[in-house]
């Protein structure tokens, strides 16, 4: 079975400093793990997606996020946090093209000015 | 590039009454998959339809129920409404069901059950 974990309900950073969203995920076989980011009353936003290859991925906005197999973990990161990246940020697998994906929880970011 | 687009924006109906939500892929998109953001809550994965078949299905009751036409836009049904059934539903398309394919979110679907 697939799962995913945020592990933060809520990151606080300030506007400027860098930071890093959280995310595990559980599967078998190799996964496909994507970043997406959702503002209010809004669909989804692809931000950066793992496939195979270089374990660091750059996205959208100036995200990037690390891909560590060994810790089953793909963080999103941002060098520089703007205000405007305040929103809900979901991390999702999928192992196998036969299954869906399966989302974590989500994770509110707020940057604060 | 047209992206995925949902109507209606917004939905308000009665609990016992039937819902229709309609969904259009990306042009050159064989897949649509729905999804149920309730107010709190993480995305559910409602159906998956590739090719006019539905590929997987999450665990709904059966009054959640839906459909894709030849032109691959989709229809998610949901029978005798109850009011937890309140939610923003949101479609996805990718350009085929593999793996790896990133799936393109539309703007969703807010339904309100009284």
């Known amino acids: 079975a697939q799962s995913v974990a945020q592990p933060e309900d809520q990151v606080n950073v300030a506007e400027g400093n860098p930071l890093t969203v959280k995310c595990t995920y559980s599967v078998s076989g190799n996964p496909y793990l994507f970043w997406y980011v959702q503002y209010p009353n809004r669909g989804l936003q692809f931000l950066l997606k793992?496939?195979?290859?270089?374990?660091l991925v750059k996205g959208s906005y100036g995200f990037e996020a690390e891909f560590n197999k060994s810790q089953t973990s793909f963080h999103l990161k941002k060098p520089s946090a703007l205000v405007s990246d305040s929103a809900l940020y979901f991390c999702?697998?999928?192992?196998?093209?036969?299954?869906?994906?399966?989302f974590g929880p989500g994770t509110r970011l707020s940057v604060l000015p | 590039e047209a992206g995925v687009t949902q109507s209606p924006t917004h939905l308000i109906k009665t609990r016992g009454q039937q819902a229709t939500l309609r969904c259009s892929p990306i042009?050159?998109?064989?897949?649509v998959y729905w999804y149920q953001q309730a107010l709190g809550l993480g995305l559910q994965f409602l159906l998956w339809?590739?090719?006019?078949?539905?590929?997987n299905r999450g665990n709904f009751p059966p009054r959640f129920s839906g459909r894709q036409f030849p032109n691959y836009s989709s229809e998610l049904n949901v029978n005798a409404l109850e009011l937890e059934d309140s939610a923003l539903y949101l479609c996805?398309?990718?350009?085929?069901?593999?793996?790896?394919?990133?799936?393109?979110f539309g703007p969703g679907t807010r339904l309100l059950v009284l």
């Open positions: 793992y496939i195979t290859g270089d374990n």
């Open positions: 042009s050159g998109h064989t897949s």
């Open positions: 996805a398309s990718s350009k085929h069901p593999g793996g790896q394919e990133t799936q393109y």
């Open positions: 999702a697998v999928r192992a196998l093209p036969g299954q869906n994906f399966v």
């Open positions: 339809y590739d090719e006019g078949e539905e590929r």
